[in-house]
């Protein structure tokens, strides 16, 4: 029987004030657990292309489910196969896509053969080829002599996989910093979605590079916010190297659907990787929290002033935009005591701490919010109430003020017109 998961009042609350902890944040990934679970029912039960290939695979899932459970139940959790569900999923019901549609179903053969490897299962699965080879989760991209979405055999044995006589992978890059165990996948395809296109295959040196600039943003976090850290640790999974579009914009996004990854382009230090860790980590936590409690009415036609956005924003942006500065702004409050940060530091702080208040303002007097939603806004304010209270100078301050004037000033010019036909 599927378990409903749920969240305490106790749990909520300390959710809404921005934390959680590692225990929180691990009964989040339970209930995309199940999610995952009732995704690949219907995926299976849906299916489009040969039904031997399906059968193979369940068959191949529930020996390796016995054999290990809490290895494969790990997998199945690993949110770029959440990813790959929910795509799969709007594909059964009309969504149209270049991929030819019994590849995408036939990705749970992939993921099979991945769970038959990780448990020493033997298995002989039927796999598709893509334009850049073969893809499994976890293990990779191999390149076996078949044109893009030609079917291939995938042979398990003694946990490793041979797919069309090939055996070597290129598997996504390990990044690790303190108790950070994270992927740096620029490989699997269910990567995409984000902004900014996904990154190609990224150079050795260019790992490097990711490898140092997370470190130092791993460190400043674990030094200065060590349960933030210790949250990042226990949920966050995989990170997607984005391509840059332009030289000068850094940009980062989470999907809702791959809860515990986040695509990025490479900070340019350690202090903009932290902000980025906690800014998109935040919207995925507070996406694993609406997939269990729902709080915001999903056909309001409100648009409000997000202080981050030039576009007005519906109030469910608006609401993950809160959240996610919230933790944001208690980031840079801590940071106030590194030695050569605190100056950038204290004017970021006192920037986005007014971001927020504006955020919080707009939400109070929004009525696409249910009873839970009100009470999750309650605890954000009094996480901001506890922000609030910490002494700036007052120059800094008025600075901060007098930039969201006019950055409200400008917003509301620039969309005169929707707002208008919005009434």
């Avoid at 529930?62 to 196969?81: F, K």
């Avoid at 990854?261 to 350690?270: E, I, V, W």
């Avoid at 002033?305 to 007005?312: E, G, K, L, Q, Y």
């Avoid at 204290?346 to 009873?371: C, H, I, K, M, Y």
Wanted: glycine content about 8%; aromatic content about 6%; hydrophobic content about 45%.
């Amino acid at each position: 029987m599927m378990r409903r998961h749920h969240l305490s009042p106790t749990e909520l609350a300390v959710l809404a004030r921005g934390d959680g902890g590692p225990g929180t944040v691990r009964e989040l990934a339970r209930a995309q657990l199940s999610k995952h679970l009732m995704l690949i029912k219907f995926v299976a039960g849906s299916w489009a292309g040969d039904p031997a290939h399906r059968d193979a695979a369940v068959d191949a899932l529930t020996r390796a489910q016995a054999a290990r459970p809490e290895a494969v139940a790990d997998l199945l959790t690993d949110p770029l196969i959440g990813a790959w569900a929910a795509c799969a999923t709007r594909r059964l019901r009309g969504l149209e896509a270049d991929t030819p549609i019994e590849v995408e179903c036939n990705h749970l053969s992939a993921i099979a053969a991945t769970a038959a490897a990780i448990t020493g299962v033997p298995a002989r699965l039927t796999v598709y080829a893509r334009p850049g080879g073969v893809a499994l989760p976890r293990l990779g991209v191999a390149r076996p002599a078949a044109a893009a979405w030609e079917p291939v055999t995938a042979e398990v044995q003694d946990g490793r996989v041979v797919v069309g006589g090939v055996g070597d992978w290129a598997a996504p890059w390990p990044l690790t910093a303190g108790d950070a165990r994270l992927a740096l996948d620029d490989v699997d395809p269910y990567r995409g979605g984000h902004h900014a296109p996904a990154a190609p295959r990224l150079s050795e040196a260019e790992v490097a590079r990711w490898r140092a600039v997370f470190a130092d943003g791993w460190e400043l976090i674990d030094t200065y916010a060590p349960e933030r850290a210790a949250e990042l640790a226990a949920g966050l999974r995989t990170l997607v190297p984005l391509s840059r579009t332009d030289a000068h914009s850094a940009r980062s996004a989470t999907i809702s659907d791959a809860y515990g990854a986040f695509g990025l382009t490479l900070p340019s230090d350690g202090a903009e990787f932290a902000v980025m860790l906690v800014h998109e980590f935040q919207h995925s936590k507070l996406s694993g929290v609406l997939a269990v409690v729902p709080m915001v009415a999903p056909d309001s036609a409100e648009l409000h002033f997000a202080p981050w956005r030039t576009d007005p924003r519906p109030v469910g942006g608006l609401f993950q935009g809160v959240y996610a500065f919230l933790g944001i702004a208690d980031l840079w409050r801590r940071l106030r005591a590194h030695p050569t940060l605190a100056e950038t530091a204290e004017r970021e702080f006192a920037t986005v701490r007014e971001q927020v208040r504006w955020g919080l303002d707009s939400l109070a007097g929004s009525r696409a919010l249910n009873p839970a939603g009100r009470r999750f806004t309650d605890g954000m304010r009094a996480a901001f109430d506890d922000l609030d209270a910490v002494a700036l100078p007052p120059a800094v301050v008025e600075q901060a003020s007098r930039q969201l004037r006019e950055t409200h000033s400008g917003w509301q010019s620039r969309n005169a017109a929707v707002l208008t036909s919005g009434r």
